[in-house]
């Protein structure tokens, strides 16, 4: 993952015509630099070690400007809350695998799945804009621990 300076993140978000505000780079520093798929309340608590001042309705109302920017996604892996990850145009399309126990994300990408999809799509005429795939299973920590 690309580490992305201050400037570029203030100009991200002029270019989407918000105001570059502390929290907001704040957050999306945050996504840009985790591999983790961190709900609101993890962001809230994230960016509280940086920043004393920061409310929790603040963060939650950035996080939905960012996404309505298409600057963040939302992910819902069915699991009652929605999960927040970075997007942004340089970013490569990546898939999920969702650990039902522990809640573990894993990110994948494989070219002939992606061809596969396109492939189907172009079978029933269809134009596609945007997928997500999500595969639910346990992962091997998981199953170390507990077999069953
Ligand atoms: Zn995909
Ligand atoms: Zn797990
Ligand atoms: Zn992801």
Do not use: W
Not at 89 to 117: P, S
């Amino acid at each position: 993952m690309a580490t992305v300076s201050n400037q570029e993140l203030k100009q991200v978000l002029r270019e989407h015509e918000m105001k570059a505000t502390s929290q907001r780079i704040a957050l999306l520093k945050l996504l840009n630099n985790t591999s983790e798929h961190y709900d609101a309340e993890e962001i809230y608590i994230e960016l509280r070690k940086l920043q004393k001042t920061v409310s929790r309705a603040t963060v939650y109302r950035s996080l939905e400007t960012l996404v309505e920017q298409q600057l963040v996604s939302k992910l819902d892996f069915g699991e009652g809350r929605m999960r927040y990850e970075n997007r942004q145009e340089r970013d490569e399309h990546h898939d999920h695998l969702i650990c039902e126990r522990c809640g573990k994300v894993i990110e994948f990408f494989n070219l002939e799945m992606e061809a596969q999809q396109l492939a189907v799509c172009e079978k029933h005429d269809f134009l596609p804009s945007t997928h997500t795939m999500h595969i639910f299973g346990t992962c091997i920590e998981c199953r170390a621990t507990n077999p069953n």
